[in-house]
DNA sequence: GATGAATGAGCTTTCATTCAT
DNA sequence: TATGAATGAAAGCTCATTCAT
């Protein structure tokens, strides 16, 4: 033990724990978050979770009390971050400029956040996983469903619904193929093309 | 049992066995498909499969291989059952009218088919699972894109790719969400919607 | 059904069918010789030994009881083999001349046996399976020892219990070194060398 | 429980870890030696191996592998500590003190390790077992009789490969005797006969 | 007698979770 | 807090045995 070390055992302070802690939260976090998303639930370990996190099995039981929690988290980290980047655009009146703006800032998320988006979408797939989930995902979908219906009213469209629908759908396709492992296509010539289809309604 | 079934002890001949083994294999075959389509290839044990099945687990032994190998035979069927549906409508030249019928018959299929999809989703957002499939579905996709921006380009499309790009998310997103449990639109609704909007290109 | 075949319908005399059945008892018994021999008892299975005599499992049944009846019918009958060859030698004075013909013998049966050689030490070494077998070779090496032992007093040796003694190791390491899969040494050569050898008492 | 382990809650350092793993692994290494030596490979589990260590099931492969890996290891380790004993001697000239000494040794060894040498045999003959091990034993066979045919050709011998032969065939007769349960002789009288006839070449 | 589909106990192996240190 | 050895339930898979035909 050097005398720095014996220097530094003044205990630190409670916020200095905190931060350590919480940085140990996230990277399991996010380790598992890609973990997950290669292998599935029940496909990836809890071995391989903590040996690519570089920390010891034990240790994550002191930050989750179960692979199940686990999952939770990581769930709840992902719509939380996602609709605190979204959350000041949807309650706003929508113009096509924000629409594009709204859309743009999607896709960053999107190439950011493959991981999740991968995740989530398998999980969706899976109704026994699902239930763990009770509602958790109801909440991301809904608002951003009724913001897409009042855009399209707005823009004259005589089938607001419909409009909103195709909207989804092509929004929840495009995801699906980015994010899908044999799929790689031109994301950003694919993007161009969707802002300009989905700014005018279909149905006029 | 039966006058003959009682004097009748000789063996059973060789089209008798086919039968039962054809029959019992295509029993194992669809009850493993929803098992997998529920609990995810994972997730799903053999135990499930063969209690839902009522045969006894090392049954299914004698049919396939592996848990693996009934993972790819159900996925060859699959596979090999869509194609046979649409192979005679793929490499006609594509009206308007025949656009439709194919529509339609895409959605009777998804629709009595369900656990296929949910199933072919689910594995194709899990890298580590896809990797045991080797390029099993590459051949459902590709003609299905050849034949519509061959379609779209008939129609007078000034970009036949990004028309039928936008086709193929729209579909694709429709399936998704026809196919993930907690989301049930009213598909009948959504088929006519889908289909009057896929017949005209978006880029004249 | 052929004409012929409507014929041949007649029944078969008792004898016959004692024919038949005594036939495919030895079919089963050889072949499930070679295949314990060669993957020992527990990993020698029903399946492969139906397959390799080219019969069902079930009918194995209906010979033997059971695995492990199979077991002990082989090695009665190879016990009983060798001591048919060599009984009529036993009792007798024992000359020199008569050694030589008993060890010749001996060399013949097992190269024409080697899979029961093998099979015998594979079993004698594992207490476990030896345990089902009771005292079934007793009778195999006792008689053979006294043979050697009165042979030995017969030629003056001062010691004739070593001297067998040594015999027997010798013939047993012999069996064991041709037998032993990775070892193929010339055995024409190593007989006229134990044999010679084997002639002389070593405690004169 | 002592004042010091129950203030001691700091982790175990990487040398206690390692002594761990190390008793561990010999623990389970000699159990299975004695479970494999009395039931053959096939014929042992790997529950049975873990209940005589005393320790679950699951443990095991934490330490090895699987069962094939572990019966490498045993093998390994035997004949690494067979051929440690011996090295010393095989390389220099042979005299016949030095044999006698040599023998001696080797049937210490064999005393203390029957274990060993009964799963040695067992192994050796079964083709399908064998398999697996390559030519793992190969190191132990060679030098040995090599030795042999030195000292009998310095001893005089004018066959000093069939005295090697024979020498050996006596010690392989002579071990698997000893080795077989149901054959208790009185070894060390054994030893003495076997020592002062190996000591003389036969062919002089 | 002959077949092979069917069973289920038991095998090898994995992995979420616990716990002494 | 951090470690990784240890557990045991449950997974995938095998195989001796049974039985309807």
Redesign the pocket.
């Known amino acids: 033990m050097t005398e720095r070390s014996v220097k530094n055992m003044s205990p630190r302070t409670k916020k200095q724990f905190e931060e350590?802690?919480q940085e140990?939260r996230d990277l399991i976090l996010n380790t598992a978050l890609e973990v997950f998303a290669t292998h599935g639930y029940h496909g990836?370990?809890?071995?391989t979770i903590a040996s690519h996190a570089g920390?010891?099995?034990?240790?994550m039981?002191?930050y989750f009390e179960?692979?199940?929690a686990l999952l939770k988290a990581i769930l709840e980290k992902g719509v939380r971050d996602i609709l605190e980047v979204f959350e000041h655009m949807v309650n706003k009146e929508i113009t096509p400029e924000i629409l594009r703006k709204l859309l743009q800032t999607f896709f960053v998320q999107l190439k950011e956040n493959g991981a999740f988006w991968r995740l989530y979408f398998a999980i969706a797939m899976q109704p026994s996983v699902m239930e763990l989930l009770e509602n958790e995902f109801e909440s991301l979908v809904n608002p951003y469903m009724e913001t897409l219906k009042r855009y399209y009213r707005g823009q004259g469209s005589k089938n607001p619904e419909a409009d909103a629908l195709l909207a989804h759908a092509i929004i929840d396709g495009i995801t699906l193929n980015y994010v899908m492992v044999h799929h790689n296509f031109d994301m950003n010539k694919v993007e161009q093309i969707i802002i300009e289809r989905l700014e005018k309604p279909s149905y006029l």
Do not use: D, F, V
């Open positions: 350590i802690r140990k990836a370990s809890i071995s920390i010891a099995k034990g240790l039981y002191s179960s692979k199940e």
